[in-house]
């Protein structure tokens, strides 16, 4: 599991934090990167702006993208995703804090390859995370 980077999309600097925590107990080791808005990890993805010149070839093993973030919301990150030859088919679990129907049937409509909601309670965000390292990093075989 060491070599897959797992891409991580969120803003918020307390639920960042949760997560590194997160993999951390449950002896995840992969590198994370972690991009702090939408017009961030696209450049990271598709290798512009600070990102210009990285190797894109190279791809996260797993995207976890939250949908409220600035400049480029989720759910447009998750569109232009799709719509890439590249990047259409790169496992993305939108993990975020919504609970409205309306973003779990939109990102479901635009290729979303999972839908977590995050748990308020750590322990229970801890189980979800060793769950989401299990199967996107461990059982799952991905086409990228």
Not at 87 to 96: F, Q
Request: aromatic residues 6%; glycine residues 4%.
């Amino acid at each position: 599991m060491r070599n897959k980077v797992i891409l991580l999309v969120e803003d918020n600097p307390d639920d960042e934090l949760l997560t590194l925590r997160a993999f951390k107990k449950n002896n995840i080791v992969n590198e994370v990167v972690v991009a702090r808005d939408g017009s961030e990890a696209l450049d990271y993805l598709f290798g512009t702006g600070t990102y210009a010149g990285r190797d894109v070839s190279v791809m996260p093993q797993v995207v976890l993208l939250d949908l409220r973030l600035p400049k480029v919301n989720g759910l447009e990150v998750l569109r232009r995703l799709r719509a890439n030859e590249r990047t259409k088919l790169l496992p993305v679990v939108v993990l975020t804090s919504s609970d409205e129907e309306r973003d779990v049937v939109d990102s479901y409509s635009l290729g979303a390859n999972s839908y977590i909601r995050k748990p308020v309670d750590f322990d229970q965000f801890v189980e979800a995370v060793r769950h989401l390292g299990l199967y996107w990093l461990v059982l799952n075989k991905s086409p990228m």
